[in-house]
């Protein structure tokens, strides 16, 4: 009973997550501005991060929570630099 009710909310929530990533991924295309844009990747990026961790607990593998953490790092720094870039003009001072 328990296992398949985890089974049943893992694939749920993989369902939800995909369609959050089809919603940013839109605004990512259309997004009027790069503000907009930079917003989206973000919740891609985010999206697709607990995507990863859904998956490593649904297969009960560590790569996925290895490469969940990489991502978090990266997308992170480059949200930072991209925000940095369009107040600025710049990256690098």
């Known amino acids: 009973m328990i296992l398949t009710?985890?089974?049943l909310s893992l694939t749920?929530?993989?369902?939800f997550l995909a369609m959050a990533m089809m919603a940013a991924g839109y605004r990512l295309i259309v997004g009027p501005r790069a503000q907009d844009r930079v917003a989206a990747m973000d919740a891609?990026?985010?999206?697709?991060?607990?995507?990863?961790?859904?998956?490593?607990?649904?297969?009960?593998n560590a790569f996925y929570f290895e490469i969940a953490l990489a991502i978090g790092l990266l997308?992170?720094?480059?949200?930072?630099?991209?925000?940095?870039?369009?107040?600025?003009?710049e990256v690098i001072e």
Do not use: C, D, H, P
């Not at 891609?44 to 297969?59: A, C, E, H, K, P």
């Open 5 to 7: 009710l985890l089974n």
């Open 44 to 60: 891609f990026y985010l999206n697709g991060l607990l995507l990863l961790i859904v998956f490593g607990i649904s297969t009960a």
């Open 12 to 15: 749920v929530s993989k369902l």
């Open 75 to 89: 997308g992170f720094v480059s949200t930072v630099a991209l925000a940095k870039f369009l107040l600025r003009g």
